[in-house]
């Protein structure tokens, strides 16, 4: 690396501009395959493991409870001690913690695995997209984070194949192992070709405390709304839950006395961004919910195997793919108010089409009927709302806080994420061992689409009141929208760096 351009420098079309945006890949395809086949693999492990509702949550739930939590601070740590260093931390942390998942003997330790490698995404996720701002010129950044969210993209279209087939073939734990190989790939590459960046004026204490009251406070919540159909209102539940309010309101206060903290509510003064992070919250917590659902309604319920339900879905992402790019310009010239409206209620209808969905034996007529319909215009409207989303959330705040502004966007995500997928098995009435019925199940389900359309159809109503912003005010509208990682299998835009100031 003697002879390597200095960060900030490289070109796109430079060898080491090439390895740069390869490592980036490879380490958010890690993290990217997982989100994308988890679901889709949780009916055989918890017939493998003997498990029920509860434990399935929770393997779905540990990542994202651990991730939500500490990205913030992973997104910090990189720019103190060095993006590459924390990004290849995050790598060899992740693929640990995915060789435990793969050989977990028992559902607790797979819970605890999985909780491991959200620490592992935590590191290597805001890490993928800063190693890019900080490495490139500005002249090609753009085009950098073009080709990282491009292959990204193929990653995700690949990702429902590829996990399906494992799952039906190997075995569930091979979905993890694969983590293993990539990781292989991309430590020496990062190592060998990707310049060291850091941020020289970040300063002051990192905020741990926060970081540790934020994970606990949804750990609290989260622990008693998916073991609440099986405990009733123990005290073990309302103690939880009650510690989980608590430990929340406890970070709040601290997060507003700190010189420098992880959350600064100074942020939330822009109407705009607290109200668009409403709608983010509405629209991925109804995501996170439909998605869950759905892949053990297609398999217990219709009859698919892991490798039909994966690709019964795959529709969504290909339109992302495909057109989020085009949303985002029209975005820019019509302003956000539109598609942050009409996306959601779009979105919403897709997802009631998905109350067609019944026992039967699979088909290819089946699946044009019932399943096609409701998940293309599930993606028509995530291709309407997702790019224009993100776009208006840099846009909601001062120049230089775009990175801290979209670590929140992303944070609010993943909880949206992880209480939805807590609480709706709970409202809906699905007991314990739910996914072993299909009777059972079908019927929760038909509760459970209009509880997700209904969040859709509020985050529609919320950002047709409070979003006014015109359209020659979205600045984010000129960065490039990242089509897939902002869309189906993760939310927007990882934090590049937060600002000096908030540290």
């Known amino acids: 690396?003697?002879?390597?351009?200095?960060?900030?420098?490289?070109?796109?079309?430079?060898?080491?501009?090439?390895?740069?945006?390869?490592?980036?890949?490879?380490?958010?395809?890690?993290?990217?395959?997982?989100?994308?086949?988890?679901?889709?693999?949780?009916?055989?492990?918890?017939?493998?493991?003997g498990t029920g509702m509860a434990a399935l949550q929770w393997t779905a739930n540990a990542y994202m409870l651990t991730l939500a939590g500490l990205i913030l601070l992973g997104g910090a740590l990189g720019d103190r001690y060095g993006r590459r260093r924390v990004f290849v931390v995050g790598v060899v942390w992740f693929a640990a913690a995915s060789l435990l998942c793969g050989l977990a003997p028992n559902a607790a330790v797979l819970v605890a695995a999985r909780a491991l490698q959200g620490v592992g995404g935590a590191l290597l996720t805001p890490g993928s997209l800063a190693l890019i701002q900080a490495s490139f010129h500005p002249d090609d950044r753009a085009r950098a984070v073009g080709l990282w969210s491009g292959f990204g993209g193929v990653g995700a279209a690949v990702g429902p194949f590829l996990g399906g087939w494992l799952v039906d073939g190997p075995g569930w734990r091979w979905v993890f192992l694969l983590n293993l190989p990539l990781a292989a790939l991309c430590v020496p590459v990062a190592l060998r070709h990707v310049p060291e960046s850091r941020?020289?004026?970040?300063?002051?204490?990192?905020?741990?405390?926060?970081?540790?009251?934020?994970?606990?406070?949804?750990?609290?919540?989260?622990?008693?709304?998916?073991?609440?159909?099986?405990?009733?209102?123990?005290?073990?539940?309302?103690?939880?839950?009650?510690?989980?309010?608590a430990v929340g309101v406890a970070f709040v206060l601290v997060e507003r006395r700190r010189a420098d903290p992880m959350l600064p509510p100074s942020i939330f003064r822009s109407r705009l961004f607290t109200s668009v992070n409403l709608v983010t919250f509405c629209v991925y917590a109804a995501l996170g919910g439909f998605f869950f659902l759905s892949a053990i309604q297609l398999q217990v319920v219709a009859g698919?195997?892991?490798?039909?339900?994966?690709?019964?879905?795959?529709?969504?992402?290909v339109l992302m793919l495909l057109f989020s790019a085009r949303s985002g310009e029209l975005g820019r010239r019509i302003g956000p108010r539109i598609p942050l409206t009409a996306g959601p209620l779009l979105a919403a209808a897709g997802m009631l089409l998905m109350l067609r969905v019944g026992p039967g034996t699979p088909s290819v007529g089946s699946y044009v009927r019932e399943v096609l319909p409701a998940v293309s215009v599930l993606g028509a409207g995530l291709v309407v709302v997702v790019?224009?989303?993100?776009?208006?959330?840099?846009?909601?705040?001062?120049?230089?806080?775009?990175g801290l502004a979209s670590g929140i966007n992303n944070a609010a995500a993943r909880a949206a994420g992880l209480i939805a997928v807590a609480a709706l098995p709970l409202v809906a009435g699905m007991g314990p061992e739910a996914y072993r019925d299909a009777g059972e199940f079908a019927t929760a389900f038909r509760r459970a689409m209009p509880m997700c359309a209904g969040l859709l159809v509020a985050g529609a109503a919320l950002a047709w009141w409070t979003v006014r912003t015109p359209a020659a005010a979205v600045r984010g509208g000129e960065r490039p929208a990242c089509a897939v990682h902002c869309g189906v299998a993760a939310p927007p835009l990882e934090p590049e760096r937060a600002p000096d100031t908030e540290r």
Not at 212 to 236: D, F, K, M, Q, W
Not at 304 to 317: F, M, N, V
Not at 392 to 400: N, S
């Open 1 to 49: 690396m003697a002879d390597a351009p200095a960060p900030g420098e490289i070109r796109v079309v430079s060898p080491v501009g090439r390895w740069v945006v390869l490592t980036t890949v490879l380490g958010s395809s890690m993290a990217m395959l997982d989100s994308t086949v988890i679901n889709v693999a949780l009916p055989r492990i918890g017939e493998d493991l």
């Open 199 to 245: 941020d020289p004026a970040a300063h002051g204490r990192f905020d741990v405390l926060g970081a540790a009251l934020g994970a606990l406070a949804l750990a609290g919540v989260t622990y008693a709304l998916i073991e609440a159909p099986g405990r009733g209102a123990s005290p073990a539940v309302l103690g939880t839950a009650l510690g989980g309010l």
């Open 304 to 317: 698919y195997s892991a490798l039909g339900a994966g690709t019964a879905l795959l529709p969504t992402t």
């Open 387 to 402: 790019a224009p989303l993100t776009a208006t959330v840099l846009a909601a705040v001062d120049a230089g806080r775009e």
